[in-house]
């Protein structure tokens, strides 16, 4: 789009230039130049936010599934270490069952 935006402008800065003079056509000619490098500038600039935008997201993203992957395991650690609570439990029930049998 660029290309097409700086070929237009050429275009008609040399259609404008045919009838002018050799000052007015050297002026007209800086002006469109000018035109044209800040049309690239702020093209380039919304490439750049664009970019950033999206390397952001991707951080955020990254960030998120590694807090999901932290809470998946505290979770996993926790659900081990009462199943392991329980197990005890069971056992020392069971064994106090079996001591007051015994009596």
Same mark, same amino acid.
């Given at each position: 789009m660029r290309k097409i935006m700086i070929a237009t402008l050429a275009a008609t800065a040399a259609f404008g230039l045919s009838a002018c003079s050799e000052k007015a056509q050297d002026a007209a000619g800086e002006? @469109?130049?000018a035109v @044209?490098? &800040?049309a690239?500038?702020?093209a &380039?600039?919304?490439g750049n936010a664009v970019e950033g935008a999206a390397e952001a997201t991707a951080d955020a993203a990254g960030n998120a599934v590694d807090a999901?992957?932290?809470t998946a395991a505290a979770a996993g650690d926790a659900a081990k270490d009462g199943a392991a609570?329980?197990?005890d439990a069971t056992g020392d029930a069971a064994k106090a069952a079996a001591d007051e049998v015994k009596k």
């Open positions: 002006a @469109a130049n @044209a490098d &800040d690239g500038a702020a &380039d600039a919304a999901a992957g932290e609570k329980a197990l």
